[in-house]
């Protein structure tokens, strides 16, 4: 794929993860957090000079793409207007534990990343990476044709945003596999058959087919 600058909103686990790897694939990335890009000091002089530190605000204007990796609870913090426009990726999960309930996740009247996109209404939104623990993102990665390689799932309503994110996924190695629209995002969202599980292209089908919709309290 060709070379992008990511802006990447959160420094967590996964979000540290990401900017690992597309550095060492070569692209730009503007990484924020919630505590101030100073924090961030010393994350950027591992990553090296492809990599600043900023705000939220300037890391979703700098970035050509944006990765939104976040606790769901502050999703309604993404600022929406350096994102207008823009191909966003969603890593969200809901741990009511963590973020307070949600009724209508509880409910299964809408997903994780439905609600990105309706804060985000002028952004494309496609789930992304958000059912591979942190350090298998750097470790699990196989050439593409490899036996067995390991499939990850995406869901948006726009096909170029499903298409980017197929491309990152292979340039990150793994295959992909389409849940659909955003509407259908749940399949892979947590307790479900395929969350944080390692599947090939066929296991991943199978578990998106079977995943219950709402889950016991």
Same mark, same amino acid.
């Given at each position: 794929m060709t070379t992008t600058r990511f802006g990447i909103i959160g420094a967590g686990f996964i979000g540290t993860a990401l900017a690992t790897k597309l550095v060492e694939l070569g692209h730009?990335?503007?990484?924020?957090?919630?505590?101030?890009?100073?924090?961030?000091?010393?994350?950027?002089?591992?990553?090296?000079?492809l990599a600043?530190?900023?705000t939220a605000e300037?890391?979703?204007?700098?970035?050509?793409?944006?990765?939104v990796t976040v606790p769901l609870r502050a999703y309604r913090d993404i600022p929406v207007a350096p994102l207008d426009g823009k191909i966003v990726l969603d890593t969200n999960n809901y741990y009511w534990e963590r973020d307070g309930r949600f009724p209508a996740l509880d409910a299964g009247?809408?997903?994780?990343?439905?609600?990105?996109?309706?804060?985000?209404?002028?952004?494309?939104?496609?789930k992304a990476f958000n059912h591979i623990a942190s350090a298998?993102? !750097?470790? =699990?990665?196989?050439?593409?044709? #490899?036996?067995?390689?390991?499939? /990850? &799932?995406?869901?948006?309503?726009?096909?170029e945003a499903?298409?980017?994110?197929?491309? !990152?996924? =292979?340039?990150?190695?793994?295959? #992909?596999?389409?849940?659909?629209? /955003? &509407?259908?995002?749940w399949r892979v969202e947590r307790?479900?058959?395929a969350y944080v599980v390692r599947q090939d292209r066929a296991e991943l089908e199978a578990n998106l087919a079977r995943a219950p919709r709402t889950l016991a309290a």
């Amino acid at each position: 794929m060709t070379t992008t600058r990511f802006g990447i909103i959160g420094a967590g686990f996964i979000g540290t993860a990401l900017a690992t790897k597309l550095v060492e694939l070569g692209h730009e990335v503007v990484i924020s957090n919630s505590r101030g890009p100073e924090t961030l000091a010393d994350l950027v002089d591992r990553l090296g000079p492809l990599a600043t530190a900023a705000t939220a605000e300037e890391a979703g204007t700098a970035g050509d793409v944006v990765i939104v990796t976040v606790p769901l609870r502050a999703y309604r913090d993404i600022p929406v207007a350096p994102l207008d426009g823009k191909i966003v990726l969603d890593t969200n999960n809901y741990y009511w534990e963590r973020d307070g309930r949600f009724p209508a996740l509880d409910a299964g009247e809408d997903t994780t990343s439905g609600l990105l996109q309706a804060h985000l209404p002028g952004s494309k939104v496609a789930k992304a990476f958000n059912h591979i623990a942190s350090a298998q993102i !750097l470790t =699990d990665g196989t050439p593409a044709g #490899t036996p067995g390689r390991r499939a /990850l &799932a995406t869901a948006s309503d726009f096909p170029e945003a499903e298409q980017f994110v197929t491309d !990152l996924y =292979d340039a990150f190695g793994f295959d #992909t596999v389409s849940a659909g629209p /955003l &509407a259908e995002s749940w399949r892979v969202e947590r307790d479900r058959p395929a969350y944080v599980v390692r599947q090939d292209r066929a296991e991943l089908e199978a578990n998106l087919a079977r995943a219950p919709r709402t889950l016991a309290a």
